[in-house]
């Protein structure tokens, strides 16, 4: 049964980068896309971005200039990195398995981690 | 961006009943990317059908999807009092590639 796991700083002020980790436990690596999406407070989902396990990207273009999502294949992680955060930023963020080819489908998902931006 | 609208935005239903949730797309969406998702409070999304109609798996066959083009139903046929949730459409294709609808909350009578 594959599990999610994800960590990062929760607290950070305006204009700081956001860094969250997420580890893949229990599963394979290969195959799949890798994703990001997030939730503010009280509000629905956004899609922020995926990466393949060999490091192909894909980007909400919303949010692309600020956005890097990377791989690390050797610990099965992977990581976000959302620069000059604002308190629009402020969100539940979930890392999730994103299924992509004759299907899509997000599953199963990290626990979340909640960021808040505030100076 | 293919905007997915769900509705209605809340609904007021008693255990036992039908819950019948609507998501309409901006455009045309392939029923073989159009998927539903259940969150409690606190809790992450978790994938209930896939492919608009297939259930995932130890999903309870109370739960049933169907639809095509524009226009999708998630149908929860007799609610239990842990299907009391937000549920999410979420669909694949145009740019960006991945767009969620607003939900709709399923609340107790």
């Known amino acids: 049964q594959m599990e999610l796991q994800q960590w990062g700083a929760g607290l950070l002020k305006p204009s700081e980068t956001l860094s969250l980790t997420c580890a893949v436990i229990?599963?394979?690596?290969?195959?799949?896309?890798w994703g990001w999406v997030r939730q503010p407070p009280g509000k629905g989902l956004e899609w922020i971005g995926d990466?393949?396990?060999?490091?192909?990207?894909s980007y909400n273009p919303s949010l692309k200039s600020r956005v890097t999502i990377s791989v690390d294949m050797s610990k099965n992680y992977f990581s976000l990195k959302l620069t000059s955060v604002t308190a629009a930023d402020t969100a539940v963020y979930f890392c999730?398995?994103?299924?992509?080819?004759?299907?899509?489908?997000?599953?199963?998902w990290g626990q979340g981690t909640l960021v808040t931006v505030s100076s | 961006e293919i905007v997915l609208t769900q509705s209605p935005g809340t609904l007021s239903l008693s255990p036992g009943e039908r819950a019948t949730l609507l998501c309409r797309a901006s455009?045309?969406?392939?029923?073989?990317?159009l998927a539903w998702y259940q969150q409690k409070p606190g809790q992450a999304p978790r994938l209930l059908i896939y492919r608009a109609s297939s259930r995932a798996t130890g999903i309870p066959d109370r739960f049933s999807g169907s639809g095509s083009g524009t226009d999708f139903t998630l149908t929860i046929s007799r609610l239990e009092p842990e299907d009391f949730a937000v549920y999410y459409c979420q669909q694949y294709g145009g740019s960006p590639p991945v767009t969620f609808g607003g939900g709709t909350k399923v609340e107790i009578k």
């Open positions: 229990g599963g394979s690596f290969s195959g799949y896309f």
């Open positions: 999730a398995r994103h299924r992509i080819g004759v299907v899509n489908w997000f599953d199963p």
């Open positions: 455009q045309s969406v392939s029923s073989s990317f």
């Open positions: 990466i393949s396990h060999n490091g192909d990207t």
